[in-house]
């Protein structure tokens, strides 16, 4: 079984930074893809920024210049820089991932960290 544990949310002011972490645990034998998505209230989940085994990142327009994602695979967890935050920022950022535990990939998700951007 495997389990994907964010933290590093909360509250912030405009303009403030917040780092996410990610960790994967279980039985993993590799990692895919990895990333975060948000889901603000009333609106659909959102990709955000992602990032593959090999380092290649894609990210957001809305937060492009501002955010960094990042991964150490030997602890299979992923990181979430975020500076220059903006109240439409505000939202519940999820982790997900591609892990491998036995023959095949199979898609994880996080249960969520709550990410406030307010004065």
């Known amino acids: 079984q495997v389990q994907l544990v964010e933290s590093g949310g909360g509250l912030v002011q405009p303009g403030g930074s917040l780092r996410l972490s990610c960790a994967a645990s279980?039985?993993?034998?590799?990692?895919?893809?990895m990333g975060w998505y948000r889901q603000a209230p009333g609106n659909l989940r959102e990709s955000v920024a992602v990032i593959t085994s090999g380092g290649s990142t894609n990210y957001a327009d809305s937060v492009k210049g501002r955010f960094t994602i990042s991964r150490d695979n030997a602890k299979n967890t992923v990181y979430l820089q975020m500076n220059s935050l903006k109240p439409e920022d505000t939202a519940v950022y999820y982790c997900?991932?591609?892990?491998?535990?036995?023959?095949?990939?199979?898609?994880?998700w996080g249960q969520g960290t709550q990410v406030t951007v307010s004065s």
């Open positions: 997900n991932a591609d892990i491998r535990t036995t023959g095949v990939y199979n898609n994880y």
């Open positions: 279980g039985s993993i034998l590799s990692s895919r893809i």
